[in-house]
């Protein structure tokens, strides 16, 4: 892993996902190298040729956030990094992130892999409008090996219980989807103890990650390939029509909150 401390100005940007005002995002690169990463558009934009997963810039600023600019927004960390991936235990970005933001009225949406963020639970205590999503897309420990590194399902699943236990206002981030794969049933029955809502992302693939996961299916799931090449090859969008439908229908009989995006 190549790691460099770059200087920035600023960690923080307008967001253009629905419902998020700014994104904070403290590293460029991520260590959990997930082979879909809808994220790895990022290395092309900062000028990286390496291979996604291989490389993280941990962003060096002085920069303060401020009162104005924050009350009453929506904040997400992070989208195109894991705020809490490997580094930043040493590098505590995320940590010195949330010492600023802790007397702030606004909404912090947090989004990790990662069990690290049980290190900073007493801060994550104090911050007034909360809500944390650990994201699981799988429940085969195989399928999770071979397509992403760092935290195992246990980990994970036992963070979000910690959180829970400890009043964090904690979510399930089913992110994303495989078809045929993603088993949301027993995601939901594992945590629905724990998590107060539910987020569903279907896989989307592109460039590079659409060709390394069709490769992975074909040879791992070659029964599913057909069914992989028809949704992301030939465009077809049957099945998450019929999958949104099934969602919807299971979730609203549970009365589980949910979300599809
Ligand atoms: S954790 Fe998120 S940002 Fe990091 S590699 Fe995986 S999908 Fe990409």
Known sequence: MEVKEILVNRFI???EIE???F???SYVGCPNACKYC???FMKNLKSHD???GTFLDVKMTDYKLRKRSIEGKTYLMSSTTDCYNIYEEKYELTRNILKQLINFDFKLIIETKNALILRDINLLKQMKNLEVFISISTLSEKILNDIEKESSIENRLQTIKKLHENGIKVGVSIAPFFPFLTDYKKI???TKDYAFEYHFEFLKLKGESKREILKYIGDNY???YLEYANIYLLNNDEYYKKMRLEIENYCENLKISYKIF
């Open 13 to 15: 940007s307008k967001s």
């Open 50 to 52: 390496e291979k996604w």
């Open 38 to 40: 809808y994220a790895s």
């Open 23 to 25: 994104v904070i995002n």
């Open 19 to 21: 419902g998020i005002d």
């Open 222 to 224: 070659n029964e599913y």
């Open 188 to 190: 939901i029955e594992e």
